[in-house]
Nanobody, 125 residues
């Protein structure tokens, strides 16, 4: 099993940058597709970005395309979400999730098998 653990959340101002990290416990983490989701108060969990097992394929939601970058570092069993030009509407709890390799990267929460506990990102205007 994979047990993702998120870190890097915090309170920033609009226009600032933040990098989230998602770490696995061992090398098996590197064989999974990793995704980032977020959930704002009163809203459904929404897809943010995903990356395949070797980092060769990524996908993003329209709302973060061009501002966020997902990457992975296999030597550290980690996936990152670099968030630039943050906006107040990016405020949410951000979750890292994993699913087994498939031809297409998952963009729905029910496609993912393992979830982290989440990390809070707050962006003030």
């Amino acid at each position: 099993q994979v047990h993702p653990v998120e870190s890097g959340g915090g309170l920033v101002q609009a226009g600032d940058s933040l990098r989230l990290a998602c770490a696995g416990s061992d090398y098996t983490f590197n064989y999974y597709v990793e995704g980032w989701f977020r959930q704002a108060p009163g809203k459904e969990r929404e897809f943010v970005a995903a990356i395949d097992w070797d980092g060769g394929k990524t996908s993003y939601s329209d709302s973060v395309q061009g501002r966020f970058t997902i990457s992975r570092e296999t030597a550290k069993y980690s996936v990152y979400l670099q968030m630039d030009n943050l906006k107040p509407e990016d405020t949410a709890v951000y979750y890292c999730a994993a699913h087994r390799p498939r031809p297409e990267l998952g963009s729905r929460a029910d496609e993912y098998d393992y979830w982290g506990q989440g990390t809070q990102v707050s962006v003030s205007s």
